[in-house]
């Protein structure tokens, strides 16, 4: 199987800078967004903080596999899920570290989602609302579980879906890289077929767009995976845009 993959980031219509990033490190097969939070541009560094601190993890463990990491394994995982995990958790270190020194940037954080491909599938790490979606033989599923206020209503059972439409505090999150000096990271293990693609993306984008609106776009693009994720930034703007929108998209074709 070859994989393309595609990336695009949008300030949006309400917002005057953008604090998303995102990153296609081909050479590890490492796929990334983050969604920075805080004012004064610190949500800006916060994002790009979590992608080059991630980035740095995988490079000198894979020069250096003897390298003593920052954490200890866990054995209940195997070697890469525990690499993509502590090079997660280094980053939330550094961002917290920073923000404790800085009083311009206390408060910083961001969210973050990555798709890691190894052991012949891939695996999904996220700390946040920025979400993985699967694409698969016409359905869009949702590869991760939001990290937000919100849904631990929706959870709890307390929420009829016209509370859920109106929720007063739907931008409130619950976990995010930087909050603390730890930080507990979701992981998922999945398998790609031929055809799949995975779509990587901030709460600019899964907040405007409907799944339903997802799938259809993700359904009817064919050819250039460029042109499908200008086509779901595009669809966020049109839904009024009030946030910053980033896509990643990756997809696995016949090699």
């Known amino acids: 199987m070859r994989i393309e993959v595609a990336g695009e980031t949008n300030v949006g219509r309400k917002r005057n800078h953008n604090e998303d990033n995102f990153a296609l490190l081909t050479e ?3 796929y990334l967004v983050a969604d920075g939070m805080g004012g004064h541009a610190s949500g800006e560094v916060a994002s790009k903080m979590s992608i080059e601190a991630l980035g740095e993890f995988l490079n000198e463990t894979s020069e250096d596999p003897e390298r003593t990491w920052p954490y200890k394994m866990d054995r209940s995982k195997g070697y890469e899920e525990n690499r993509l995990i502590t090079g997660v958790k280094l980053a939330n270190l550094r961002i917290y570290q920073t923000s404790q020194r800085d009083g311009k940037k206390r408060g910083m954080g961001t969210t973050f989602v990555s798709l890691y491909a190894a052991d012949d599938g891939v695996y999904i790490a996220h700390v946040g609302d920025s979400r993985c979606y699967r694409f698969r033989q016409g359905k ?15 959870k709890m059972k307390r929420l009829t879906p016209e509370e859920i439409e109106s929720f007063p505090h739907k931008n409130v999150i619950v976990r995010a890289l930087g909050m603390k000096d730890t930080v507990k990271v979701d992981t998922r293990y999945e398998v790609p077929e031929i055809g799949d693609t995975f779509l990587l993306c901030s709460d600019g984008l899964a907040g405007p767009v409907s799944d339903a609106e997802i799938e259809e776009i993700l359904a009817t693009s064919t050819g250039d995976i460029k042109e499908t994720a200008s086509k779901l930034i595009e669809r966020a703007n049109l839904n009024g845009g009030p946030d910053n929108i980033t896509a990643v998209l990756v997809r696995w074709t016949a090699g």
């Open 140 to 154: 869009l599923e949702a590869m991760t579980e939001d990290h937000s206020l919100l849904n631990d209503y929706i």
């Open 28 to 30: 590890f097969g490492l």
